[in-house]
Every structure is written in structure tokens, then in C-alpha cells.
């Protein structure tokens, strides 16, 4: 997918700026006095002044406040910060539905839920339902607008932050349900062929295909191969998944529609939709086709500010906080940017893609004149600032294409941006953008180039947390970069909501 990059040549590796790791130490001019002393050295002090002379010192250097400074211990976190961050609501989603299946599977596996034995192929569907379901795109968009509608600003604060919280880490719930699913599935097939004599042939082969197929697409989802091999996870969640789908379409038929007490084949249509996996099948396919049904190709214009980043403008404004997947192709090799626009009713709205894989290169190397999108864009976390009357939005390099939206459309959003010459790396555009809607006194740009390095940013957010009388802070960054503000904010007090990587 990608081409040569010798054409436009490669992108220039970070310098030590960049990465944070410069010794240098940005020197602030001193004003130079006249010495205390005549300028004829020769003749010494005069003998009266003598007494009154100090040794010379030379002027202190005036340091950034809010520099790092190297060397310093880094600060130890407490266990119980680090159990909280990693205990967090997705895993507590997931063990509610993980662990609400497990007990009903554990009495219909004892014997003593026949109904769930019987039907055991329902609860598998059932699951695989509301799984696909909390990652629509437009049941999400949904949930969103109706928290933003019905709770925005006037609840406690306490309520406001557990329906943003819910509201990212909706992904638990879908992995709870899919493995239960699973679970079941296994159990349907266990207990089919346990009644082998009875059963058709056509029927165990396509139970234990559907299984195996289910199975490769939950492990294609793992975080080590989604976060390594993007195109290896996709390719076999979607593709393994859709062949999935279809034989769960011919497994549930065929076993609704053979008796096995006669061994015949019954086909009743109004048996058939009589059966709630029928049903719950129905919903999956459904919820798996709607967004699919929004994708369209549309013309593009893109901006090579530097060899480090592809802006690419779409026409058409949006609201705050969403997402937009693009690809160079229909039905594969999608990515998810950050959306930045001036409102609803502007004329264009950008990407900030920046040069990282194949497939970012590409778009700097050979930038195309269209691409793949869903029209009804997907929402993240910064959607739910509506909820709160005060926040800061804290990013650093290519995480200003997430975070820049909530800030021109509200005055009450505090943008603090940390990169490497910004205004060089990322263009006019979005410079542009930036300076005609956040105003200075809720604008903080770190230019860790100019600056000598990356600055403390627990210090930063403490300070502006607290003049700004910020409610929640909204972050997007690197993993450690991730890792250090969240761990901060949480010893500190201060709410916070962190870049997701999937678990």
C-alpha cells in the first residue's frame, strides 16, 4: 500500500528536543550594570570604598518555570494509584457482563438451569448481540447525545464523570459479552455433539467451523496484536468476523430447523422466526451493516506542511469530540483521526495525520485526491465536554487533531499543547486555526524545540487546574506521556481521562 518514499524522502528522525532528552536550558537576557568599581584597574579601589566593596557575583541565570529539571528523582507512585488506573471502569464493565454469564453458565453446566442447557445457543447470540451493539458507531453516537442533552452541567460532578467514564469504556462490556458468547457457543457445540447419533453431519461441521471462526476473531482483537499488527488485527477481526456471521447464520437455521428426536428436516418458516436466536441473529447483522451503509468516497484536499505530517481537509464542518475513520480503500486498512472543525456550519473540517506506518507515509508521499469515510463520524471522550462547566484539554504533537475541536467551539476549554515547532510542523492551517479561536489567556503553547526540552507537566496542570478552576482535565498523548499525567492527576486529586489503548 505504500509507495517508495525515496520519492519525497524519508522523515527526518526527532532530534533530542523532540524527545525530550536536551540539556540545554533556555537562557532569559540579563541586564548588564556598570561594575561598582573605577574603570582604571591600575589604580585600585579607592581606599575610602574599600570597605564597602562585595566580591563580584556574577547574575543567576533565569530558569523557565515550568522546565524539567534533569536529573531530578523521578517520583514514586503509590500501588494503590497504579491498582485504581488499571482497575479502571473498562475492566469493572467487563467484570460485571463476564461475571454475570460465568454464573448463569455455571448452573446450566451443573445441571441445574436445563432452559439455559436447552438454549444455550440463544445466550451465545444473545451476547454477540449487545457485544456488536455498544461498538455501533451510530448507537454510540446516540448514547452520547443523550447524556450531553439530559445531563449536561447541572448534576453533581461525581455523576458527570461516571457517564463520561461509562460512556469510553463502553469496549468492556463488548468484551465481556463477545468471550461469554463464545463461552456459550462452545457449550451449544460440546452438546451437540454429545448427541452425535442424533445429529446431522451438515450441523456439527458448521457449529465447529462458526466456533473456530469466533475464536480467531476474538484473538485477533488481543491488545499485543492490535497495537503491533494493526493490519493483521483488522483484516482478521473484520473479514474472519463477516465469515463468522454467516455461518451463525447456517448454524442457527439449520438447528431450528432439524429435529433431531426424528432426524428430519422441518422447514417451517413460522417455526423459525418463532426462535429468539433467529432474532438475536438478525440484530447482530443489523448492527454490523449500519455504519457500512454511511461509508462513501469523498474528494480531498491535503497540506504537506512538513515530511512529518499529512493535514487533510474534508468539506463540510462538525460538532466537537468525534472521530473519522479513513481509508484509501472501501472495506479495509481503516484509521481513526481526531476531527478538527470550527463548528457545525463550517465549510471544512481537517485530520491531523501524522507519519508513522504505511499507511500515514503514504498519505505524505502520494497524497491522494480521495478517500474512503463513514459520513456519520464516530464519538470519543472529548464529545462529554458539554458536561462540565470548566475543563483542560492537554495534548501533545499529532494529539492536537483530538483536542483542538473542544477548544474553538467553547471558550470555557483551557488548551495546553506540547510539541516540537509546532507552527513549522503542523502549517498555517492549523496555526491559523488556533490563534483566530483560543484566546491567549486560555492558550498554552510548549515548544519543547525553543524551550530546551519537554516541561513539567504535573506542575503546568496543577497551576492551570486550579486558576482556571477547571472541573476535568482531558488528555491525549503518548503511552508514558499517558501514563505520567493520569498517575499525577490521580495522586493530585484532580479528575482526569486519559488516550485509550485497547485491552
Not at 225 to 232: C, E, K, L, M, Q
Not at 353 to 382: M, Y
Amino acid at each position: 500500500m505504500s509507495s517508495d518514499p525515496s520519492q519525497r524522502g524519508a522523515a527526518p528522525a526527532y532530534d533530542d528536543a523532540e524527545k525530550g532528552v536536551s540539556e540545554k536550558v533556555v537562557v532569559y537576557p540579563v541586564d548588564k550594570k556598570a561594575p561598582a568599581f573605577p574603570a582604571d584597574e591600575k589604580n585600585g579601589v579607592f581606599v575610602n570604598e574599600k570597605k564597602d566593596v562585595a566580591p563580584f557575583q556574577p547574575p543567576q541565570v533565569k530558569r523557565d518555570p515550568y522546565a524539567l529539571v534533569k536529573g531530578a528523582p523521578k517520583k514514586e507512585v503509590s500501588k494503590v494509584i497504579i491498582f485504581k488506573l488499571w482497575y479502571n471502569t473498562y475492566r469493572k464493565l467487563f467484570t460485571i457482563a463476564f461475571s454475570i454469564n460465568i454464573i448463569m453458565f455455571g448452573f446450566a453446566a451443573s445441571g441445574h438451569w436445563p432452559y439455559a442447557t436447552k438454549y444455550a445457543g440463544a445466550f451465545a447470540v444473545a451476547n454477540f448481540n449487545v457485544a456488536i451493539l455498544v461498538r455501533n458507531e451510530i448507537f454510540g453516537r446516540f448514547l452520547y447525545w443523550f447524556v450531553n442533552t439530559f445531563f449536561a452541567k447541572w448534576p453533581p460532578l461525581w455523576w458527570r464523570l461516571g457517564c463520561t467514564s461509562v460512556l469510553q469504556h463502553l469496549g468492556g462490556i463488548h468484551t465481556g459479552c463477545a468471550i461469554s458468547g463464545i463461552i456459550w457457543l462452545t457449550y451449544k457445540v460440546v452438546n451437540t455433539y454429545r448427541n452425535l447419533v442424533n445429529e446431522n453431519n451438515a450441523i456439527l461441521v458448521i457449529g465447529l467451523l462458526t466456533n473456530v471462526a469466533l475464536i480467531v476473531t476474538a484473538v485477533a482483537a488481543f491488545p499485543w496484536v492490535r497495537n503491533t499488527h494493526h493490519n493483521v488485527f483488522e483484516r482478521h477481526h473484520r473479514f474472519v468476523g463477516w465469515t463468522a456471521l454467516f455461518l451463525t447464520w447456517a448454524f442457527t437455521i439449520m438447528g431450528d430447523l432439524y429435529h433431531p428426536e426424528n432426524k428430519t428436516w422441518v422447514p417451517d418458516g413460522r417455526h423459525l422466526v418463532r426462535q429468539q436466536d433467529f432474532w438475536y441473529v438478525m440484530g447482530m447483522t443489523i448492527w454490523i451493516a449500519l455504519p457500512w451503509i454511511c461509508t462513501r468516497e469523498v474528494p480531498v484536499d491535503i497540506e504537506l506542511p512538513s515530511p512529518k505530517v499529512a493535514v487533510v481537509r474534508f468539506r463540510r464542518g462538525m460538532q466537537q469530540g468525534l472521530l473519522a475513520r479513513i481509508s484509501r480503500s472501501a472495506v479495509k486498512e481503516y484509521h481513526a483521526f481526531g476531527i478538527i472543525s470550527e463548528g457545525p456550519h463550517a465549510k471544512y473540517h481537517y485530520l491531523i495525520c501524522g507519519v508513522q506506518g504505511d499507511f500515514t507515509r503514504s498519505l505524505v508521499n502520494d497524497p491522494p485526491k480521495t478517500l474512503w469515510t463513514r459520513e456519520l463520524k464516530f464519538a470519543g471522550v472529548s464529545n462529554t465536554s458539554t458536561l462540565y462547566k470548566r475543563g483542560i484539554r492537554i495534548c501533545t504533537g499529532t494529539g492536537i487533531g483530538a483536542a483542538l475541536s473542544t477548544c474553538i467551539q467553547s471558550p470555557n476549554w483551557f488548551l495546553i499543547w506540547i510539541g516540537s515547532d509546532q507552527e513549522k510542523t503542523f502549517g498555517p492551517t492549523i496555526s491559523g486555526l488556533i490563534h483566530r479561536h483560543v484566546e491567549p489567556e486560555r492558550l498554552l503553547l510548549w515548544d519543547s524545540k525553543a524551550r530546551g526540552g519537554r516541561p513539567d507537566t504535573m506542575k503546568i496542570l496543577k497551576d492551570v487546574y486550579k486558576s482556571w478552576n477547571a472541573e476535568v482535565v482531558f488528555i491525549t498523548s503518548n503511552y508514558i506521556g499517558n501514563s505520567e499525567m493520569m498517575q499525577g492527576c490521580k495522586e493530585a486529586g484532580i479528575p482526569c481521562f486519559g488516550t485509550l489503548w485497547d485491552f
